[in-house]
C-alpha cells in the first residue's frame, strides 16, 4: 500500500507540475504589465504629440504600476515613429502614440503603413490649427497677413509646423486654395513638428507656423509669436482673443489634428483590453483634464473599436483633401 500511495502521490505532483506549466503563460498574462513599457512618439521633444504622450504614460504608469517610457523616434514626417510602433514585438510592452499622419503618410507615397496596421486602443484628443507668426511680425492681425499673402511673389513667404504634406501642411494648403491661391504660393519648410517650426519662427527663418495654438503656447507666452486665428468652426475656450478664420475672413474652413494611442496589431485581446480601460480612467481623471485644459488642448476619447473606426473615417477624409490639394501622390 505505501508503494501504491507512493506512486499515486508522484502522479499527483507530477500532474500538478504539469499543470502549472500550462496556466503558467496565463498567469503572466493577467499580471500585464510585469516590467516597464516603451511609449514611442513619433514627433520631437516639446511639442503638443510629445506633451500628450507624456501625460498619458504617466497615468498609465500610475494606474498600472509599471514604467511608461516615452521615447521620440522621429523622421521621414512621422514614418520612422509609426513603423516602429507596428512593427515592435506584439507583447505589450511597446505601445505608442498614433496621429493623424498616419491617416496620410500612404496617400503621399511615403509609406504602404496605414491605420489598419494597429490595434487601436483609445483616441485622447483632437486639435485645430492656428496661424502664428512672430511677435516682431509686421502683420497685426490675419487679415493683414492674408493681403501680405496674396501680394507677396510666389514661394517668398515661408511656413512651416511640420513634414512635407503633413495636417499642418495640409492646413496651410487649404487655407490658400479657399483665398484662391495655388497650393505652394507660401513655401514649406518641413520640420519635425510643431516645436521645431515654432523656435525658427521665433529666430526668424521663417514667416509663419500653422500648428495647434496650444503647440505653439510656450513661444506666445514668452513674448515670442502671437496667434491670428484658428481654423476651426468656432473659437477655443482657452484662447478667446484669436477668431476664427471665418470670423475674420469670411473663409469657413476648418481642420483638426488628432492622437490615440495604438499598439502593434497583433497584441493579445485581453492586453488590448487592460490598457484601453487604462486609458479611459486616465482621461477621465482630474489630472489629464486639469493638464489638457491647461493647454488649450481639445480633448476626444474613444475605444478601441471606436478609435479603429475613426482612423478609417479619417484616411478617407484625408484622402479626399489631399488629392483636392494636389498632395496625393496616388
Do not use: E
Given at each position: 500500500m505505501s508503494r501504491i500511495s507512493r506512486r499515486t502521490v508522484l502522479k499527483g505532483a507530477a500532474a500538478a507540475g504539469a499543470a502549472g506549466l500550462i496556466t503558467g503563460p496565463a498567469i503572466g498574462q493577467a499580471q500585464y504589465p510585469s516590467r516597464p513599457v516603451t511609449l514611442i512618439c513619433p514627433w520631437g521633444a516639446g511639442g503638443g504629440t510629445d506633451a500628450t504622450a507624456r501625460i498619458v504614460a504617466q497615468l498609465l504608469e500610475k494606474?498600472?504600476?509599471?514604467?511608461?517610457?516615452?521615447?521620440?523616434?522621429?523622421?521621414?514626417?512621422?514614418?520612422?515613429?509609426?513603423?516602429?510602433?507596428a512593427a515592435a514585438p506584439a507583447d505589450g510592452y511597446t505601445i505608442g502614440m498614433l496621429t493623424v499622419e498616419i491617416a496620410m503618410m500612404r496617400h503621399q507615397g511615403l509609406t504602404e503603413l496605414k491605420s489598419g496596421d494597429y490595434a487601436a486602443l483609445g483616441l485622447m484628443n483632437e486639435d485645430p490649427p492656428g496661424v502664428q507668426v512672430s511677435a516682431s511680425s509686421p502683420y497685426k492681425d490675419i487679415k493683414e497677413l492674408a493681403a501680405a499673402i496674396k501680394a507677396a511673389p510666389h514661394g517668398k513667404l515661408k511656413a512651416s509646423g511640420t513634414g512635407q504634406g503633413g495636417i499642418w501642411h495640409l492646413a496651410l494648403v487649404g487655407w490658400l486654395v479657399a483665398m484662391g491661391l495655388k497650393p505652394d504660393h507660401v513655401a514649406w519648410?518641413?520640420?519635425?513638428?510643431a516645436a521645431p517650426g515654432m523656435q525658427d519662427l521665433a529666430?526668424?527663418?521663417?514667416?509663419?507656423?500653422?500648428?495647434?495654438?496650444p503647440e505653439a503656447r510656450?513661444?506666445?507666452?514668452?513674448?515670442?509669436?502671437?496667434?491670428?486665428?484658428?481654423?476651426?468652426?468656432?473659437?477655443?475656450?482657452?484662447?478667446?482673443?484669436v477668431p476664427t478664420l471665418n470670423e475674420s475672413l469670411g473663409i469657413n474652413y476648418s481642420v483638426g489634428a488628432w492622437r490615440g494611442i495604438g499598439a502593434p496589431k497583433a497584441v493579445p485581446a485581453d492586453i488590448q483590453a487592460k490598457l484601453t480601460a487604462s486609458l479611459k480612467k486616465a482621461f477621465d481623471s482630474k489630472e489629464y483634464q486639469d493638464f489638457m485644459n491647461s493647454r488649450g488642448f481639445g480633448m476626444k476619447f474613444a475605444d478601441g473599436p471606436g478609435f479603429a473606426k475613426f482612423m478609417a473615417d479619417s484616411d478617407t477624409s484625408m484622402a479626399s483633401a489631399m488629392k483636392a490639394a494636389g498632395l496625393a501622390k496616388a
Open positions: 494606474d498600472l504600476g509599471q514604467p511608461f517610457n516615452v521615447v521620440n523616434r522621429t523622421g521621414g514626417s512621422g514614418v520612422v515613429g509609426h513603423q516602429a510602433i519648410v518641413p520640420s519635425n513638428g529666430a526668424g527663418g521663417i514667416d509663419i507656423v500653422t500648428c495647434s495654438v510656450a513661444m506666445i507666452d514668452a513674448g515670442k509669436a502671437k496667434a491670428l486665428a484658428i481654423m476651426a468652426s468656432a473659437r477655443n475656450p482657452q484662447f478667446k482673443d
